[in-house]
């Protein structure tokens, strides 16, 4: 079985995912900030980031994110896929884009 992934670059843009370059470049756009990218990018962001209110267990998961230094979508975006993110770090240490890998979950018959 082969899987096929995508490769994006990504920075937050008022309160959303924007992907800068993608491969293959059929992806591009905006997304929620909740998705890989997102998340990498918001656990070491400054907190004034107008996201909208934030679900409660976010604190737990950005020192989870933060810990392991990576950031998992699975399937909390899309149905079949997954993404997996790592903050590109800025001069102020702060996370100044992302990088992620998506791909599909194999289905399963």
């Known amino acids: 079985m082969r899987?096929?992934?995508?490769?994006?670059?990504?920075?937050?843009?008022?309160?959303?995912?924007?992907?800068?370059?993608w491969t293959p470049g059929d992806n591009a756009g905006t997304w929620p900030w909740f998705t890989a990218a997102g998340k990498a990018l918001v656990a070491g962001a400054c907190p004034r980031i107008p996201l909208g209110p934030l679900p409660?267990?976010?604190r737990r998961k950005t020192e989870t994110i933060r810990d392991r230094g990576a950031a998992f979508d699975r399937e909390d975006v899309a149905a079949g896929i997954c993404c997996v993110a790592v903050p590109v770090q800025g001069s102020h240490g702060?996370?100044?884009a992302s990088l992620s890998v998506v791909t599909r979950q194999p289905v399963v018959q």
């Open 94 to 96: 702060a996370p100044s």
């Open 3 to 21: 899987l096929a992934a995508s490769v994006g670059l990504s920075v937050l843009r008022e309160g959303r995912t924007l992907v800068l370059d």
């Open 56 to 58: 409660g267990s976010w």
